[in-house]
């Protein structure tokens, strides 16, 4: 008997829903103006590939396209993108993760209030890259410890986090921190979609035999859903999508978990269970597969 148990939490969370459902409508209302998004809207390749199919194109420079209507990705943008698109005609919509905006509102008080601003976070991600604007370009960004070389000697330090951080890093480099700061403010910004979907993968791993990982490998937090894994010693594959799924993957396995990240589409996740269930009945009794939370895939 083996069992396909689905992590609670797993796939689309507040943010990606409001961004999908912003764009779409977008799409439907656009009065023949080309809609486009600055960089993809999610970071996931087969919703990308969906909103392309309904005519909402990701751009990554704004001289490249007719003005049109411009959202605004989940992540944010800088400023400078959002101001020079004003000037050149675009209509801007916004479909900013409201607990990104919250982050970059922190970002920005911190900084009118004279702390040297630290985004603890990865430099590349677009998110960080939309909150150090917000700061004027004046934030730190602390990826690793060697980074926390930066404030040594600041006497205010105020502290924000990518939204999608591991909070066992987040900790981790708060600690660090902590120890060559006098005054520190400190604003816990991982939104709170991001602390349940890790804590309910970390407790799946620890009872599964093997772990699936689904969503975008450009995807943050998936990424992160993956290493936490991973740390339980358990056999983790981080996939995009079902045809990557190896069969020699299961031998053996009579409990096999699925976590998902934030910006995976929930047909994504039934397409990997389908293919589990089809390769599991060729290797073990057809009888004995039984799956556990699948309602929180049908009803997403």
Not at 116 to 125: C, L, N, Q, R, S
Not at 187 to 212: F, H, N, P, S, V
Not at 255 to 267: K, M
């Amino acid at each position: 008997m083996f069992k396909i148990i689905l992590a609670k939490n797993a796939g689309f969370c507040f943010g990606v829903k409001r961004a999908m459902s912003i764009a779409k409508k977008t799409a439907g209302n656009s009065s023949n103006k080309p809609v486009y998004t600055f960089g993809p809207l999610i970071h996931n390749p087969q919703a990308v590939s969906y909103l392309e199919s309904i005519g909402v194109h990701s751009i990554s420079k704004l001289d490249e396209v007719q003005p049109g209507k411009l959202i605004v990705r989940s992540h944010g943008l800088h400023p400078q993108i959002i101001t020079a698109a004003k000037e050149k005609g675009f209509e801007i919509i916004d479909a900013t993760c409201p607990f990104v905006r919250r982050t970059q509102d922190f970002a920005k008080t911190l900084l009118k209030e004279n702390y040297e601003v630290v985004v603890i976070g990865e430099a590349e991600h677009p998110e960080v890259v939309g909150i150090v604007g917000h700061t004027d370009g004046k934030a730190v960004i602390v990826e690793n410890e060697s980074d926390i070389e930066k404030l040594v000697g600041r006497e205010k330090i105020g502290i924000v986090t990518q939204t999608t951080q591991s909070m066992e890093y987040f900790q981790f480099l708060v600690m660090k921190i902590l120890e060559i700061g006098n005054e520190i403010k400190i604003y816990k910004t991982i939104c709170g979609a991001t602390q349940k979907r890790q804590k309910a993968t970390l407790e799946l791993a620890e009872r599964a035999d093997i772990m699936l990982i689904i969503g975008g490998k450009n995807s943050a937090n998936t990424t992160h859903l993956a290493q936490l894994s991973g740390k339980t010693g358990k056999p983790t594959y981080h996939i995009e999508k079902s045809d990557e799924i190896m069969p020699a993957w299961l031998k053996g396995k009579t409990i096999i978990g699925i976590s998902a990240g934030a910006s995976t589409p929930a047909y994504v996740i039934k397409e990997v269970i389908s293919k589990l269930e089809s390769i599991m009945e060729k290797i073990s009794d057809p009888s004995g597969s039984r799956l556990l939370y699948k309602e929180e895939v049908v009803n997403d």
